[in-house]
C-alpha cells in the first residue's frame, strides 16, 4: 500500500522552508544554521530486542550475517553524499568483522560503542554492564587506534532504572551519550528529560554530553522522530516534517539514527516472533535506502562529535534530577 501523508504535512513543509516542487534540495541554505547528527548501530538483524525472545544470543552465530554487506552499502552511500556519520559499534560485531570496522575509520566516520552484548542495561547488574562496557570500548580502540569516547545503550536502555550506567560511563572515560529518549515507549525512554543536547554531571564527577533522540510534538504529544522504525512506517514527508519542526528549521541539532538491517529487504525472516515484533522489524525494509537518500539530500548530517560542536548544550542537570522526571 502506498500510503500519501496527509495535506497539511506536504503544505506545511512548503510553506516552512521555501521547497522546490522539481524534488531537488528542499531545505533553505540560509535556515541551515546548525549540523544535525547522522548515526548508524551496527549490529546484525538477529541482535535486536523485539527477537530476544526468541533467539537466545547463544545462537547468534548460526544465523547468516549480513550486517558486513549492509554497512558496505550505507558507507557507499554516504560517500556518494559527501557525508561523514558516526558509526555505534557492538563489541559482538567487531570481534568477528574487524575489517569492516577499521575501513568505516578509515574513510573518516566517527567510530563510538554500542557495548558488547546488545542486551538491555535494566537487566544487567552494575558490574556486567561495567566490565562488558570497558570490553567493548577496548576492542573498538585497539582497532582504530583513537579513544572511542561516544556511547548508545542497546535500544535506549538508559531509562530511570538504570541511570548508574551514566555514573560508569564516566568513569570508563566516555564524555558524551546518545540513549535517552525523551518519549513514552515499552522499553525505553524517559519521557519528560530534555530534548536538546544537555550536560549530565555523574557522581563521580564527570561530565557526560547526552545527544537525545529527537522527538516533535504532533498534537500536543512527544513523537519519536529520529529515525529507525518510526522512519520506516511514516510517510517520508511526515518524517521529514518532524525532523525540520523538532530541530525548529535546522537551528537546533538533531540525531537520526538507523541499522544496517533496515535497507535490507532480502534478511532471513525470525519464526516465531510476535505479529507486532514482526510489523516493528519488517514494515517498508524495501522503501528504507531511497527515504534516507531522500533525507541525506534534505538536511545538512555529520557526526556526533560535528554536531555538537556546532552547538550549546541547553541545561546541565545531575543525575538525580533526571530520575526525578515525570
Ligand atoms: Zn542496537
Same mark, same amino acid.
Given at each position: 500500500?502506498?500510503?500519501?501523508?496527509?495535506?497539511?504535512?506536504?503544505?506545511?513543509?512548503?510553506?516552512?522552508?521555501?521547497?522546490?516542487?522539481?524534488?531537488?534540495?528542499?531545505?533553505?541554505?540560509?535556515?541551515?544554521?546548525?549540523?544535525?547528527?547522522?548515526?548508524?548501530?551496527?549490529?546484525?538483524?538477529?541482535?535486536?530486542?523485539?527477537?530476544?525472545?526468541?533467539?537466545?544470543?547463544?545462537?547468534?552465530?548460526?544465523?547468516?550475517?549480513?550486517?558486513?554487506?549492509? *554497512?558496505?552499502?550505507?558507507?557507499?552511500?554516504?560517500?556518494?553524499?559527501?557525508?561523514?556519520?558516526?558509526?555505534?559499534?557492538?563489541?559482538?560485531?567487531?570481534?568477528?568483522?574487524?575489517?569492516?570496522?577499521?575501513?568505516?575509520?578509515?574513510?573518516?566516520?566517527?567510530?563510538?560503542?554500542?557495548?558488547?552484548?546488545?542486551?538491555?542495561?535494566?537487566?544487567?547488574?552494575?558490574?556486567?554492564?561495567?566490565?562488558?562496557?570497558?570490553?567493548?570500548?577496548?576492542?573498538?580502540?585497539?582497532?582504530?587506534?583513537? /579513544?572511542?569516547?561516544?556511547?548508545? /545503550? /542497546?535500544?535506549?536502555?538508559?531509562?530511570?532504572?538504570?541511570?548508574?550506567?551514566?555514573?560508569?560511563?564516566?568513569?570508563?572515560?566516555?564524555?558524551?551519550?546518545?540513549?535517552?529518549?525523551?518519549?513514552?515507549?515499552?522499553?525505553?525512554?524517559? /519521557?519528560?528529560?530534555?530534548?536538546?543536547?544537555?550536560?549530565?554531571?555523574?557522581?563521580?564527577?564527570?561530565?557526560?554530553?547526552?545527544?537525545?533522540?529527537?522527538?516533535?510534538?504532533?498534537?500536543?504529544?512527544?513523537?519519536?522522530?529520529?529515525?529507525?522504525?518510526?522512519?520506516?512506517?511514516?510517510?517520508?514527508?511526515?518524517?521529514?516534517?518532524?525532523?525540520?519542526?523538532?530541530?525548529?528549521?535546522?537551528?537546533?541539532?538533531?540525531?537520526?539514527?538507523?541499522?544496517?538491517?533496515?535497507?535490507?529487504?532480502?534478511?532471513?525472516?525470525?519464526?516465531?516472533?510476535?505479529?507486532?515484533?514482526?510489523?516493528?522489524?519488517?514494515?517498508?525494509?524495501?522503501?528504507?535506502?531511497?527515504?534516507?537518500?531522500?533525507?541525506?539530500?534534505?538536511?545538512?548530517?555529520?557526526?556526533?562529535?560535528?554536531?555538537?560542536?556546532?552547538?550549546?548544550?541547553?541545561? *546541565?542537570?545531575?543525575?538525580?534530577?533526571?530520575?526525578?522526571?515525570?
Amino acid at each position: 500500500m502506498n500510503i500519501e501523508p496527509p495535506s497539511e504535512f506536504r503544505s506545511g513543509i512548503s510553506a516552512d522552508n521555501g521547497t522546490n516542487t522539481d524534488g531537488t534540495k528542499t531545505m533553505s541554505a540560509a535556515s541551515s544554521t546548525v549540523t544535525h547528527a547522522m548515526t548508524i548501530d551496527v549490529e546484525d538483524y538477529y541482535h535486536v530486542a523485539a527477537f530476544g525472545n526468541v533467539i537466545d544470543p547463544s545462537d547468534w552465530p548460526k544465523w547468516p550475517s549480513r550486517v558486513e554487506n549492509n *554497512t558496505q552499502r550505507l558507507l557507499a552511500l554516504f560517500d556518494d553524499s559527501g557525508i561523514k556519520a558516526t558509526f555505534f559499534v557492538l563489541g559482538w560485531v567487531a570481534e568477528r568483522y574487524p575489517e569492516l570496522i577499521k575501513e568505516i575509520a578509515s574513510q573518516g566516520h566517527e567510530i563510538a560503542s554500542h557495548g558488547y552484548s546488545h542486551q538491555l542495561i535494566y537487566t544487567q547488574s552494575q558490574q556486567t554492564f561495567r566490565d562488558e562496557t570497558a570490553k567493548s570500548k577496548q576492542i573498538l580502540e585497539d582497532l582504530i587506534g583513537t /579513544a572511542v569516547t561516544g556511547y548508545r /545503550a /542497546a535500544s535506549y536502555s538508559i531509562t530511570q532504572q538504570s541511570l548508574w550506567a551514566l555514573d560508569i560511563l564516566g568513569e570508563l572515560g566516555f564524555t558524551w551519550d546518545s540513549s535517552i529518549f525523551p518519549v513514552h515507549h515499552d522499553r525505553y525512554g524517559i /519521557a519528560s528529560s530534555p530534548k536538546k543536547p544537555y550536560i549530565i554531571n555523574t557522581h563521580g564527577n564527570h561530565q557526560i554530553t547526552e545527544f537525545p533522540l529527537t522527538t516533535a510534538k504532533l498534537f500536543g504529544q512527544s513523537v519519536p522522530a529520529a529515525g529507525g522504525g518510526y522512519f520506516r512506517q511514516y510517510p517520508y514527508a511526515l518524517s521529514r516534517w518532524l525532523f525540520d519542526r523538532a530541530s525548529e528549521h535546522s537551528t537546533v541539532p538533531q540525531i537520526f539514527y538507523l541499522h544496517p538491517w533496515e535497507i535490507d529487504p532480502d534478511q532471513p525472516r525470525i519464526p516465531g516472533a510476535s505479529a507486532f515484533s514482526r510489523f516493528r522489524h519488517y514494515t517498508n525494509l524495501g522503501r528504507c535506502e531511497a527515504r534516507l537518500k531522500q533525507l541525506l539530500n534534505d538536511f545538512d548530517f555529520s557526526t556526533v562529535s560535528n554536531s555538537l560542536a556546532s552547538t550549546t548544550p541547553a541545561t *546541565t542537570l545531575d543525575i538525580g534530577q533526571l530520575s526525578n522526571e515525570r
